[in-house]
């Protein structure tokens, strides 16, 4: 639109010139070889003005011949890029799609046409093609090439990193990924696996500088940055709690202050006050991450927070933890601990059983199996809560790609995974498909009916030998098809029992079931003092 208004107004601004020209009559004279040449101004400035448009035509058409065989040449030059990247598109949708002959032909088509070092992603498309043949080694050719290009370096990183990991080689994947890192911080796969390399290692500090780089680049939301930073900080208290104190407690403090929900942090941030004797604030941290989410460890870590403490007090600091978190399993399966501890039975049963009343599960049957053994050691009562436990649902616990420990851990032992390990319950046993209400006081027994009388046989007098030899057919006939056969006794058989035969004494005992783990009969008067638990 531009172009067409100021073209207007040069052919407006020409024609007032030629109009002021043709209103000012004038003539032009011109002396040339001897010769006068007398003409109107008009004319002459027509004259003139042909004369440099024919000499500007002439100029194009003598540049035009000079430049033609660059331009044929460039003609056929771009045809042929053309060609070549559209060769290129189709190859690289082909290879997207999965059709590795279609993208190996179009490789080859585009190689021809285009020169590899002017377009880079043509060794792309040769790398994808080699993948989708399976042709795994010469993929990696490619990619190991491509680390001499700077503008490839990452590319052939990538793709040797991905090659690493599908050979199960963490080592090379990891150096793939460092290098990358180092290049390109933004790249999250390079600094995802490079922190998993860093925390396997055990180094704290460098796996602090990533997560605060991933945070400035913003590849990470900043929630998720604090949980990372307060799982690692956690990690470098635990790691220097022996070595160096008071790191161990900045740090604790430090991860504690950005999750106070996390009970590891809470945990070891108390740790670490109490052993330099703060039991105030290490009290404080503990109850905060009490009121967030009640945990075994935290109220472990409180109750004996004072090692010269007595039972007593033990007791009063599990009640207090019950009154910030009431109605809550686990407050009440302090409480019982603390009461077993202190040989209050009425208040650890009555606390176990209000457990078991808000979250059936097989720590309160264990507890409640020991509060039985200690008040009354009625084995009995015991083996029926310990029946109970085994049905019961898991304890939580921390757990992490299918592996379950009883102290938190950083990182995943399977896969190296940060943050991995969850509290929760493992997976249920198979049984637990198939449990009872056995439990419930409504619970209704199937009544079984007993077979109807069978229809009375007619006697058969039998002689004492002829009764010994259907008994030992019987027997006979059991043995063949594996089976137990009892004989019956009967008058024959005890008149062919000779008289010299010996008496046989009574089993002192009944044979104990499989699943009956029994008493032994020396350590029947003894009462054990370990506690139960079934892992």
């Known amino acids: 639109m531009i172009r067409i208004l100021i073209f207007l107004a040069v052919v407006f601004a020409l024609g007032l010139g030629f109009a002021w020209l043709a209103d000012r009559p004038g003539e032009m004279i011109v002396t040339f070889s001897g010769y006068q040449y007398q003409v109107s101004l008009m004319v002459a400035a027509v004259a003139v003005v042909a004369v440099v448009a024919a000499v500007m035509i002439v100029w194009w058409l003598i540049k035009s011949l000079w430049n033609s065989p660059y331009t044929i040449s460039r003609y056929f030059r771009v045809r042929r890029r053309d060609r070549g990247y559209q060769a290129l598109s189709t190859g690289m949708i082909a290879a997207g799609a999965g059709d590795g002959a279609l993208a190996r032909k179009k490789t080859k088509e585009a190689a021809k046409l285009i020169r590899s070092d002017q377009e880079p992603l043509i060794q792309l498309l040769e790398a994808q093609a080699s993948l989708l043949e399976g042709d795994h080694e010469g993929a990696r050719e490619k990619f190991e090439t491509m680390l001499d290009d700077p503008e490839m370096r990452l590319l052939g990183l990538r793709g040797l990193y991905l090659e690493a990991e599908r050979l199960g080689d963490r080592n090379a994947a990891r150096h793939y990924a460092g290098r990358a890192a180092v290049m390109a911080p933004q790249l ?86 109490f052993r330099q004797n703060d039991m105030r604030k290490g009290s404080k941290i503990l109850e905060a991450a009490w009121k967030a989410e009640p945990h075994p460890e935290i109220a472990e870590l409180y109750t004996h927070a004072r090692p010269a403490d007595a039972v007593l007090d033990r007791l009063n600091r599990a009640k207090k933890l019950q009154e910030m978190k009431k109605n809550h ?115 209704v027994v199937p009544v079984i009916a007993a077979p109807e009388k069978p229809a009375k046989e007619k006697a058969i007098e039998l002689t004492p030998a002829a009764a010994a030899e259907r008994s030992t057919a019987a027997a006979g006939a059991a043995s063949e098809r594996g089976e137990d056969q009892v004989a019956p006794v009967t008058a024959a058989a005890f008149a062919a029992v000779p008289a010299d035969a010996e008496a046989v004494e009574p089993a002192e005992e009944l044979a104990r079931l499989p699943d009956d783990p029994g008493v032994d009969p020396d350590d029947g008067h003894e009462k054990s003092p370990r506690r139960f638990r079934l892992f």
Do not use: C
């Not at 460098?206 to 400035?216: I, T």
């Not at 995943?412 to 056995?438: C, H, N, V, Y």
């Open 329 to 443: 399993a686990e407050s009440s399966l302090t409480v019982a601990r603390a009461a077993l501890d202190a040989q209050d039975y009425k208040t650890a049963r009555q606390e176990a059983e209000a457990a078991i009343r808000m979250d059936r599960r097989e720590g309160a049957y264990l507890l409640l199996a020991d509060i039985e053994e200690a008040e009354t050691g009625d084995q009995g009562k015991v083996r029926q809560l310990l029946s109970k436990a085994v049905r019961a649902p898991r304890d939580p616990a921390w757990v992490a790609d299918g592996v379950i420990s009883e102290h938190w851990a950083p990182v995943s032992p399977i896969t190296g995974k940060l943050d991995a390990f969850e509290w929760r319950a493992p997976m249920e046993r198979l049984g637990q498909l198939i449990d009872s209400d056995e439990d419930r006081p409504d619970a």
């Open 188 to 273: 999250a796969w390079a600094a995802e696996s490079t922190l998993e390399d860093l925390t396997g290692r055990g180094d704290w500090d460098g796996a602090l500088k990533l997560v605060e780089a991933q945070k400035s680049t913003r590849q990470i939301e900043r929630d998720a940055a604090n949980r990372r930073r307060a799982v690692l900080l956690t990690a470098k208290a635990l790691a220097l709690t022996d070595s160096d104190p008071d790191a161990a407690r900045t740090a604790a403090l430090e991860a504690n202050r950005l999750r106070p929900d996390f009970a590891p942090a809470a945990v070891a941030a108390a740790k670490a006050l």
